[in-house]
């Protein structure tokens, strides 16, 4: 008699964790393709082949990308000298200091043997457009190699810049510092993350550059204009929404990607064993992804995944001075996910691939703030000019000739902060920290207070003249 009845529990257990699966499966995120439509329906890319297309392809005429590589690939450095081709290199004298008399002989050979390339690179940079040869259909396997050389770019044309304001020739330094800014805006339709880092980077060493130009020599009224629209075109609002759009469509291609295919990516970054997708650990690794997509743990954790990148990309098109508090919102989210024990279950794929975009937004805040400063300064040498090489009393005495207005600081949503030194200025912003250290930049900060073998993380964005 205890034999039926234990069969008839044990029907009745079964039977109810059945339900309970097909109720908790009934309130798992909706139809992935219904959320698509609705990227398609904006005109955003889903697969990997529609976002290449979306990296519109460019009349070969107009296309700087090829050229520039071309360019770049037959530059060959000719020196062993720590050149400055951005930012106070260890043992380069300070802003608005003399180069010493080894490095400027070493910049000019390095310049002169590559007079080809270098003319050729300007050449290149003269057209309207760039698409570079990536194909982003690919997924894992795209190549990256053009990231490279366009940092190189970057540089190679900043030494130049650095070099003709060394030489007291006006003339060149502004066409390398507005080359350096092009080269720069050639990633600005590459919809990918690394390329928008890469473009931030590149910017950072050309405002170095003109941080050393202008301490070394003034500029005319029409190159200081130059420069301030090509600094206002570098904040390139665009680029980062863009970039997420095709970290989505990657993301995308993960988790809609067969298991048999996905499995061996999983198991290969992290020194995984070679047979991690094969023999009984394959089978357990494959029977464990099985239960995490049938039992509808692979569709909570895309929602998720997208719903975070969803907000990335609605970041980019919203003014930046929400941005940091945008910034906040994700961190604060992301801390809540991974606290929860539960997540290394419900949302393994979230977990793996979200933190790497924590800081992305802060990238965004500095690099426009100091693109911001740079626009600023170019403001304030046409006043100098105008004023018998004076220095403006305020910011606001550059409103309305030389700024429509005073740029925001993005770091607390005031306008950015002037002061004048003993031997030049500096525009600034408080910094991430939001504390004002009175435009200190982060290469003189001093030690931390309570640990003298520490520097201090007190200091501001800047840029500075010793001029």
Known sequence: MQLP?????????????????????????????Q???????????????????????VPESENAAPPLLEAISGWRSVTDTNLPTSGLGPGFPRRGVPWPAPVLAAARAELASNAVPL?????????????YPVDLRSGANV????LSPVKQVARMLTLEARFAAETGDAVRAT????????????????????????????????????????????????RLEQLQQAFVLAEAPGHFGRAFLGERCFALHHFTMPAGKLLPLLAAPGGAPANASSGWQGFATASLYQLYDLGGLKARDCAYYLDRMDELIEAGARPRTELLDRQERFGRELGRMQAQRSSFI?????????????????????????????????????????????????LEALVPRFLAAVPIDLMNGKPLKFRASAKGYVVYSVGEDGLDDGGLPF????????????????WDYTFSVAR
Not at 38 to 51: K, S
Not at 195 to 210: E, H, K, P
Not at 371 to 392: F, K, S, Y
């Open 5 to 33: 009845r234990a069969r008839w529990w044990l029907a009745a257990l079964l039977s109810t964790a059945v339900a309970a699966f097909v109720v908790w499966r009934a309130r798992q995120p909706g139809d992935l393709e």
């Open 175 to 222: 066409s390398a510092l507005l080359a350096s800014l092009q080269a720069a805006r050639t990633l600005g339709d590459e919809p990918l993350l690394i390329s928008y880092l890469v473009r931030i980077a590149d910017n950072a060493i050309a405002i170095d550059g003109a941080e050393g130009v202008l301490s070394r020599i003034p500029l005319t009224g029409p």
């Open 443 to 458: 290469n003189e900060r001093g030690t931390d207070p309570k640990d003298k073998n520490k520097r201090s993380d007190r």
């Open 143 to 146: 190549a990256f190699t053009h």
């Open 35 to 57: 959320r698509l439509a609705r990227y398609r329906a904006a005109g955003q890319p889903v697969t990997l082949a529609e976002l290449d297309t979306f990296y519109a392809a």
């Open 119 to 131: 003319a050729a690179l300007h050449a290149a940079l003269e057209r309207p457009r760039s698409r």
């Open 346 to 394: 419900l949302l393994p794929m979230s977990r793996m691939g979200l933190p790497a975009f924590e800081r992305v937004s802060a990238k965004e805040l500095r690099s426009v703030t100091t693109l911001r400063c740079a626009q600023t300064a170019m403001a304030v040498e046409r006043w100098r000019l105008a004023h018998g090489d004076a220095l403006p009393p305020a």
